[in-house]
């Protein structure tokens, strides 16, 4: 069965970075695409940023500049690292999965990301 783990969410500073893992098991990782999602209270579920399985990435406006996703095929982990945090940041955010070829698409239980003084 498909799972997907999230770990590093936290406490963090406005100003603050963060690092955001996502572990994949039971799919080929390597030739899917994986994306990063976040959900603020009050406020839809929104992309904040995908990556093929080529490499290719792409962001919210909100958080270019900031954000950097990024995956180890070698680990099935996709990484989201997080500079430069502001409060509107605060969200659970969600790891995702989308196989190549298919339509099927998992996601991850989320971790909290909290971004106060």
């Known amino acids: 069965q498909v799972q997907l783990v999230e770990s590093g969410g936290g406490l963090v500073q406005p100003g603050g970075s963060q690092r955001l893992s996502c572990a994949a098991s039971g799919i080929i990782f390597r030739t899917s695409a994986m994306g990063w999602y976040r959900q603020a209270p009050g406020k839809q579920r929104e992309l904040v940023a995908a990556?093929?399985?080529?490499?290719?990435?792409n962001y919210a406006d909100s958080v270019k500049g900031r954000f950097t996703i990024s995956r180890d095929n070698a680990k099935n982990t996709v990484y989201l690292q997080m500079n430069s945090l502001k409060p509107e940041d605060t969200a659970v955010y969600y790891c995702n999965a989308a196989p190549v070829g298919t339509r099927n698409r998992y996601w991850g239980q989320g971790t909290q990301v909290t971004v106060s003084s």
């Open positions: 990556i093929t399985s080529g490499g290719s990435t």
